[in-house]
C-alpha cells in the first residue's frame, strides 16, 4: 500500500503539472497549438493564465492534497478546524493568491474562517471542484473499507469552502470511488461506489443551488463509454456535453469518464486529461490518480517524473509513509 499510494500521488502530481499550461484553453485552441498534449510544456508559449510559473509546476491540486496529508497525520485525526488551518496555512507559505491558482470560492471561504467566520457558512457559495480536487487527502488517509469514517472525513474536509450540494456530491463521489480503487476491486465496482457517494454528498449539503447532478452524470457516461471506442471521439463527447469548466458536477463526472476509457494506462488518462481543454490540470491529476491506483502503479516516463519531483522539490515517498501511518487511526 506505501508504494501504490506513493505511486498515486506521483501520478496526481504529473497530471497536475501536465494540464497547468493548457488550463482554460478550449479543445479548438490546444488542437491548434499543440495537438495532443504528450509531454510538459512551457506555459509562457501557449497558457492564458499561468505565464508567471515555470514548465513542470504543480498548482493548488497537488499542494493542497500535501498541506493536508500531512496536516492530518500530524493532528492523528480530521476535522474542520484542521482543515481550515491547513488550508489557511497553505496560502500564507505558497503566495497562492499571487500566483493565481487558488479558487475564488476557497479564498474567499479561508478568509471568512480567518477572521472568525462560521464555519459552515463559509462555504455556502461553493459549487466549484475545490473540495472534490483535494479529497484524495481523506481517501488516502482513511482506514481501508471503513465508509462510514470515510463519510465523516470528507465532509470535515468540503464543508469549510465547499458546503453545497454540487460541490458535497461531486466531492464524495471521487472520494469514495478514490477509497475504493485502492482495494483491488473492479472499474465497475469503483463507479458504483461514486454513485453511492454521490447520494450521500448531495443530501448532506446545508445550501443547495440548482445544478446537474453529478450522480446521473456519472450513471450517462458509464453507459456511454462502451459506445465509443475512439479517444479523441470520446473526450469530444465529455467536452461538449459533459462540460469541462470549474464545475465539481463537471470535473468529477468528466475526470471518471476518462479513466473508464483507460483504466490500465495512467500516463493515458494524464495525456487526456491534459488535451481536453477546461480545466486541465484537475481533471488530469483526478484521472491519472484513479488509473494509478486501480494498478498499484503507473507508466509515466520517467524524465517527466523525475523533473517534476525535481523542479517542485516533492518528496512523495514521506507523504505515502503519512497516508499510511493515518488509515490506522480510525477517530475525528
Not at 485552441?29 to 495532443?36: D, F, L, P, S, W
Request: charged content about 25%.
Amino acid at each position: 500500500m506505501l508504494k501504490a499510494i506513493e505511486k498515486a500521488l506521483e501520478a496526481f502530481a504529473v497530471g497536475d503539472a501536465l494540464g497547468m499550461p493548457t488550463e482554460f484553453l478550449t479543445r479548438r485552441q490546444i488542437h491548434a497549438k499543440v495537438g495532443e498534449v504528450k509531454t510538459l510544456l512551457d506555459p509562457k508559449e501557449i497558457s492564458p493564465i499561468h505565464k508567471e510559473l515555470e514548465k513542470g509546476r504543480i498548482t493548488d491540486d497537488t499542494e493542497q492534497m500535501l498541506y493536508l496529508i500531512e496536516a492530518y497525520y500530524r493532528a492523528g485525526r480530521v476535522n474542520e478546524t484542521i482543515t481550515g488551518n491547513a488550508l489557511i496555512k497553505w496560502v500564507e507559505e505558497t503566495d497562492a493568491d499571487k500566483k493565481g491558482y487558488v479558487g475564488p470560492g476557497t479564498l474567499k471561504a479561508l478568509k471568512m474562517i480567518k477572521s472568525g467566520g462560521d464555519i459552515k457558512e463559509a462555504g455556502k457559495r461553493g459549487t466549484t471542484c475545490g473540495s472534490a480536487m483535494r479529497v484524495g487527502a481523506v481517501s488516502l488517509t482513511t482506514p481501508l473499507g471503513n465508509y462510514e469514517e470515510l463519510r465523516r472525513r470528507i465532509y470535515a474536509s468540503s464543508l469549510i469552502t465547499h458546503n453545497t450540494n454540487i460541490a458535497m456530491e461531486s466531492a464524495m463521489a471521487v472520494g469514495y470511488a478514490l477509497h475504493t480503487a485502492m482495494l483491488k476491486t473492479s472499474v465497475e465496482d469503483i463507479m458504483s461506489k461514486s454513485l453511492e457517494g454521490a447520494r450521500i454528498g448531495r443530501e448532506m449539503s446545508t445550501f443547495e443551488y440548482v445544478g446537474a447532478s453529478t450522480e446521473e452524470r456519472i450513471k450517462y457516461i458509464w453507459e456511454m463509454h462502451s459506445k465509443i471506442d475512439k479517444k479523441e471521439e470520446w473526450l469530444d463527447f465529455l467536452y461538449n456535453v459533459i462540460g469541462c469548466g470549474m464545475e465539481a458536477n463537471e470535473v468529477v463526472p468528466v475526470s471518471m469518464g476518462i479513466f473508464f476509457f483507460s483504466p490500465e494506462n495512467p500516463w493515458g488518462c494524464i495525456k487526456m486529461g491534459a488535451s481536453i481543454g477546461g480545466d486541465t490540470d484537475t481533471i488530469a491529476a483526478i484521472s491519472g490518480i484513479f488509473s494509478a491506483l486501480y494498478i498499484r502503479g503507473h507508466n509515466i516516463p520517467g524524465d517527466i517524473l523525475k523533473y517534476v519531483l525535481k523542479i517542485n522539490s516533492l518528496d512523495l515517498h514521506e507523504y505515502a509513509k503519512m497516508a499510511c501511518d493515518m488509515q490506522k487511526k480510525a477517530d475525528l
